[in-house]
């Protein structure tokens, strides 16, 4: 179980950067949004106007900031900058293509001046509790690995790879010993 509070959120990651069309591992170098990564943006705040979001939580990271504070053009609610949001410092993977070094990472393989994935995870779980203390429903914009994070966190199945823009709405459980569940609120 995830002993995290059980009040429903939704999830965006990032829009798409030119490192994101080079399959590059960003993690916490700050890469700015493409144009693709700007109308993808603008294209989920058209939607997220509908969800009756009162509070953005974001990365302090320049990917994620432009993406909320685009969102944010149409919203207009609170915003709130949570480091704790940050995508993984992934040490000497930071700039490579090779992902199955980052498998390894996840697996425990922890590369030179990297976070540890488990180190990672807590960071990201107390960065939830701080959202999910703002008034709701809460936004969290950020990354893909924080996504990979929270699915772990919630025992949740990767199903698939999340999209730039793409948001996902997680649900609590109905009951103490149910599970949380997630759904692509598409667009």
């Given at each position: 179980m995830s002993f995290l509070a059980p009040i429903?959120?939704?999830?965006?990651?990032?829009?798409?950067?030119?490192?994101?069309?080079?399959?590059?591992?960003?993690?916490?170098?700050?890469v700015v949004?493409?144009?693709?990564?700007?109308k993808q943006a603008y294209?989920?705040?058209?939607?997220?106007?509908?969800?009756?979001?009162?509070?953005?939580?974001?990365?302090?990271?320049?990917?994620?900031?432009?993406?909320?504070?685009?969102?944010?053009?149409?919203?207009?609610?609170?915003?709130?900058?949570?480091?704790?949001?940050?995508?993984?410092?992934?040490?000497?993977?930071q700039g490579n293509q090779d992902e199955d070094l980052l498998k390894g990472w996840k697996q425990g393989i922890c590369p030179k001046r990297a976070e540890p994935y488990d180190d990672f995870v807590s960071r990201v779980k107390k960065a939830l509790d701080v959202c999910l203390s703002h008034a709701g429903p809460v936004l969290v914009v950020s990354h893909g690995g924080v996504y990979s994070a929270i699915q772990s966190l919630l025992q949740l199945d990767m199903v698939y790879g999340l999209e730039n823009c793409e948001p996902i709405s997680y649900t609590p459980p109905a009951s103490i010993d149910g599970l949380w569940s997630q759904s692509s609120v598409g667009m």
């Open positions: 429903p959120f939704y999830f965006l990651r990032h829009g798409h950067t030119d490192w994101n069309v080079q399959h590059r591992c960003m993690g916490q170098i700050n949004l493409n144009q693709l990564g700007i294209q989920s705040a058209a939607y997220l106007k509908k969800l009756g979001i009162k509070t953005i939580c974001y990365s302090p990271l320049l990917r994620a900031i432009r993406t909320a504070n685009i969102i944010n053009e149409s919203l207009n609610v609170k915003m709130i900058e949570v480091s704790g949001l940050k995508e993984a410092n992934l040490g000497t993977l």
